[in-house]
């Protein structure tokens, strides 16, 4: 089946950096994203990764794929105030001439001074 | 660019009246997409349509449909609301010929049935 978990919570304090973990179901998954929500607003493309590949960075962001466990993680380092949102995690794949990604339930990340 | 453009913002319905969500693209993409978001159950598909002139169910389908008018356009319409539609609903689109096959998403319709 198809299923993307990850945990509902996470705090931290500004400055420290934010790890947000993510597992997924389908090995076949051509792309693992990352969106952000912040308050009021829809979901913005944060950041992706090829499946065939271990890592990501970009700024102060970086992405680490285990394919073998099929966990995902994104993480934030010198988390501000800003980056105060829910997270969520999808997996994606091209299916049927559309599409598809399966979300995972999001993470709400809190940062606290 | 606007990109995935949602109307209305906000709505306050009562239970048994029907409305219709609007959303349109200027991305030029294929395939759109409508989800619904409740507190702690993250995005649910409600219908998609891969290109235009067609259309699916998606996980959560029952109450609503959809029509895709053109490329641009995608509606969903609730014939007869119901307190369990309350929710945040949004559109998205895709192409799929992009390097990441990711969606864009509009920012939102939140919904309210009483």
């Known amino acids: 089946g198809e299923d993307v978990e990850q945990s509902l919570f996470l705090s931290v304090r500004e400055g420290d950096s934010s790890v947000i973990n993510c597992t997924y179901t389908?090995?076949?998954?051509?792309?693992l994203y990352w969106y952000k929500q912040e308050p009021g607003a829809g979901l913005q493309l944060l950041t992706y990764?090829?499946?065939?590949?271990d890592m990501k960075q970009d700024q102060r962001l970086t992405v680490l794929l285990n394919k073998k466990d099929k966990h995902l993680s994104l993480r934030i380092a010198d988390t501000q105030t800003g980056d105060s949102a829910i997270y969520f995690c999808?997996?994606?794949?091209?299916?049927?001439?559309?599409?598809?990604?399966?979300f995972g339930a999001g993470t709400r990340l809190a940062v606290h001074p | 660019n606007a990109g995935v453009t949602q109307t209305p913002k906000f709505q306050v319905l009562k239970t048994g009246q029907s409305m219709t969500l609007q959303c349109a693209q200027d991305?030029?993409?294929?395939?759109m997409y409508w989800y619904r978001q409740d507190p702690g159950m993250g995005l649910r598909l409600i219908y998609y349509?891969?290109?235009?002139?067609?259309?699916d169910k998606g996980e959560v389908p029952n109450g609503y449909n959809v029509s895709r008018l053109n490329k641009r356009e995608f509606s969903l319409r609730l014939e007869s609301a119901a307190p369990s539609q309350t929710s945040v609903y949004f559109c998205?689109?895709?192409?799929?010929?992009?390097?990441?096959?990711?969606?864009?998403f509009g920012s939102g319709t939140r919904l309210t049935v009483v």
């Open positions: 389908d090995s076949s998954s051509t792309y």
């Open positions: 998205a689109s895709s192409k799929p010929q992009t390097s990441n096959y990711g969606y864009t």
């Open positions: 991305m030029n993409h294929n395939s």
């Open positions: 990764i090829f499946s065939n590949m």
């Open positions: 999808a997996e994606g794949k091209a299916s049927g001439g559309y599409n598809k990604l399966i």
């Open positions: 349509s891969a290109s235009e002139g067609t259309t």
